[in-house]
């Protein structure tokens, strides 16, 4: 199966940490990639191959795997960090979905 | 600087046809595969397909397959999403992506264009 699932929204205190879940049987054969959207824009490609950030990704992101599940962790959530989050990773067939997204509150 | 830029925004009506443009610049636009995400209004993203464009090697999401076509000019560096009869559902943001995929691995997309906005409307 080829699809990846989210929680819809979750909240964090500011300064605290959140992690996001995402699951789905593809994720044990490829990696997750983690992007964050803001409302207007492109998305942003935040985590790759497990724990990789991108240049000038703070280092408060960060990713890891286990099993069917992939996890994105903010540590110490800034209000700056509050968007939409979206995971996505390859399946046995080609294709790359995206999972529904998870819109992070940081309070 | 490497990005990809999209073409402007586009207003028509259903049953007539479209392409939009993705160009690339500040890499080496054949041996990266580009793709097509949807994001209709107020939703999340939708992986549509991927080209190669050293071979025009071509891949559809199930979901979209046969409802649109994906082409690459690598002369130009440029990528395209094209369809022949819009229909009202097709109203929604589409960006364009780099892949960074081979056989064996899948590291995500790491540049995205701007995004074009395609309404469709009577």
């Known amino acids: 199966s080829s699809?990846?699932?989210?929680?819809?929204?979750?909240?964090?205190?500011?300064?605290?940490?959140?992690?996001?879940?995402?699951?789905?049987?593809?994720l044990r054969s490829y990696y997750a990639s983690?992007?964050?959207?803001?409302?207007?824009?492109?998305?942003?490609?935040?985590?790759?191959?497990?724990?990789?950030?991108?240049?000038?990704?703070?280092?408060?992101f960060s990713g890891s795997n286990s099993g069917n599940t992939a996890s994105l962790t903010i540590?110490?959530?800034?209000?700056?960090?509050?968007?939409?989050?979206?995971?996505?990773?390859?399946?046995?067939?080609?294709?790359?979905?995206?999972?529904?997204?998870?819109?992070?509150?940081?309070? | 600087e490497v990005q990809l830029v999209q073409s402007g925004a586009e207003v028509k009506k259903p049953g007539e046809s479209l392409k939009i443009s993705c160009k690339g610049s500040g890499y080496s636009f054949t041996s990266y595969w580009i793709?097509?995400?949807?994001?209709?209004?107020?939703?999340?993203?939708?992986?549509?397909?991927?080209?190669?464009?050293?071979?025009?090697?071509?891949?559809?999401?199930?979901?979209f397959h046969g409802q649109v076509t994906i082409s690459a000019d690598k002369s130009i560096s440029?990528?395209?999403?094209?369809?022949?009869?819009l229909k009202a559902s097709d109203t929604a943001m589409y960006y364009c992506a780099r892949h960074l995929v081979s056989s064996n691995y899948y590291y995500g997309m790491d540049v995205w264009g701007q995004g074009t906005t395609v309404t469709v409307s009577s």
Not at chain 1, 3 to 26: F, K, M, N, W
């Open chain 2, 35 to 63: 793709g097509w995400v949807r994001q209709m209004p107020g939703k999340g993203l939708e992986w549509m397909g991927i080209i190669y464009p050293g071979d025009s090697d071509t891949r559809y999401s199930p979901s």
């Open chain 1, 3 to 26: 699809e990846l699932t989210q929680d819809p929204a979750v909240s964090v205190a500011l300064g605290q940490t959140v992690r996001i879940t995402c699951q789905g049987d593809s």
């Open chain 1, 34 to 60: 983690w992007y964050q959207q803001k409302p207007g824009q492109a998305p942003v490609l935040v985590i790759f191959a497990k724990n990789n950030r991108p240049s000038g990704i703070p280092d408060r």
């Open chain 2, 78 to 85: 440029t990528a395209y999403l094209q369809w022949s009869s």
């Open chain 1, 75 to 107: 540590t110490g959530a800034q209000a700056e960090d509050e968007a939409d989050y979206y995971c996505n990773s390859r399946d046995s067939s080609g294709n790359h979905p995206f999972g529904a997204g998870t819109k992070v509150t940081v309070l």
